[in-house]
Each structure stands twice: as C-alpha cells, then as structure tokens.
C-alpha cells in the first residue's frame, strides 16, 4: 500500500469495484433513486466514485448523482457542482453539459445556462439537441440574429431531406403495389390457359383431371 506523506491525513482508500461490481451497483443506484430511497442512491454514487479509477465511469457517476441531487432533492448548486466535476472528468460527454445547462436554466443562472447551450450548439450534436439548444437561447433572449438564421435554414433543410424520404417511401410502395399486380394479372392469366400459374408451362391432362392449378416442383416438391 502506497503511504503519501500527507502529514495527519490518511490517505483516502481507494476500492476498486470489479466490472461486474461496477455495473450491478450502477443499476442499482437507478433503482434506488426511482424508489425515492435517494440517501441510499447518493451513498451508492460516492461508492461508484470512489471505487473507480477511469475518469469516464467517475464522470458517468458524478452525473448521475446530480441529477439525482437536482431533480430528486432540488439541491441545484450541488448538482450543478457534480455536472462540473462529470465535465472536467470526461470533456467529451455531452451529458453533464445539458444536464448542467438545464439545472442552471431552471435555477434562474441565466448567462451560465446560456453559454453551456451555446457550448452545445458548437459541439457535433444531432440535430434534434442542436434545436433543442437554439431554443433555449431563443428563449433566453441570447440567439443572435445570425444563429436564428442558420436555425431557420437548416430547420428548411430538415424538412427538405423528410420531404425527400416522404415521397422516396411514396415511390417505392407505389412499385411494389405494381409489381405485385402485374404478377397477379399474369398468373390470372396463365390460369384461364390452363398453364401453371407459377411457370407458365402447360400443364398436363392428369394435373388438369385433379384440378391443380400449378406444378406440384414450383412448390419446391419432387414429382
Ligand atoms: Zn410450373
């Protein structure tokens, strides 16, 4: 065991949950919380947190108590302080951002809740989440003239590109109603003929004396 020489303070003991430790506890602290047993979901997060050394799992946990902290106890300020320490932990994640975005926007931090939505609308987010930031800049008062602009022209682009699927659907079905009513009028056909419907070849007196309709080899039997 490493001894730091921190003067009086012991060194924090750092447990390492196993994978399966890991994910069973996460699951979990889910229950917990959707439970309304939160005391017992916040203790399980600061287990998370304290057992794991990726930066990722100790972000995804430190989020996950912040939204239990903000939605579930309405403790803004800690849970803003969580989505913090999630971002500074895995700068990638794009869920700490939002939830933080959100907590600020909700707890009248307005010019915070303004610069994390515009953080998000100039990182690769789907569309649907980059809207969802415009909006809440619109509704904020911060979208600039040439952001509701781009907003206007890539929310007509959208609506292009469904058009486009739309009728793309439209044609394909349309082909296929076709396809398998000529198929039909042939076989109606090769019926009154007397031929096999699914082949086309004349069908002998036999087959026609029992009625068939088809060779007994289009269905995929010997004969
Ligand atoms: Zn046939």
């Not at 939605?71 to 939830?99: G, T």
């Not at 998000?120 to 008062?141: H, K, M, N």
């Amino acid at each position: 065991m490493l001894v730091r020489p921190t003067g009086g303070v012991a060194p924090m003991m750092v447990r390492q949950l196993s994978m399966q430790e890991y994910v069973r506890l996460s699951a979990e602290v889910h229950d917990l919380a959707r439970a309304g047993r939160h005391q017992e979901a916040l203790a399980g997060c600061r287990t998370l947190i304290e057992g794991d050394d990726s930066p990722a799992a100790r972000a995804t946990a430190y989020c996950t108590r912040g939204v239990i902290l903000w939605q579930d106890l309405h403790s803004a300020d800690e849970a803003i302080a969580d989505f913090s320490r999630a971002m500074e932990l895995d700068r990638k994640s794009i869920h700490p951002l939002l939830w933080r975005a959100k907590c600020y926007e909700q707890s009248g931090h307005h010019d915070a809740a303004a610069a994390d939505w515009r953080e998000i609308t100039q990182r690769d987010v789907g569309e649907e989440l980059w809207f969802e930031a415009c909006d809440a800049l619109r509704r904020l008062g911060q979208l600039s003239l040439e952001e509701e602009e781009l907003a206007k022209r890539r929310a007509e682009e959208v609506a292009a590109r469904e058009d486009r699927k739309l009728k793309q659907l439209e044609a394909e079905r349309a082909r296929q109603t076709a396809e398998f009513e000529k198929r039909r009028s042939v076989q109606a056909t090769r019926r009154s003929l007397g031929h096999c419907y699914l082949c086309g070849e004349r069908l002998s007196i036999f087959q026609k004396l029992l009625r068939k309709d088809s060779h007994r080899r289009c269905w995929g039997y010997r004969e």
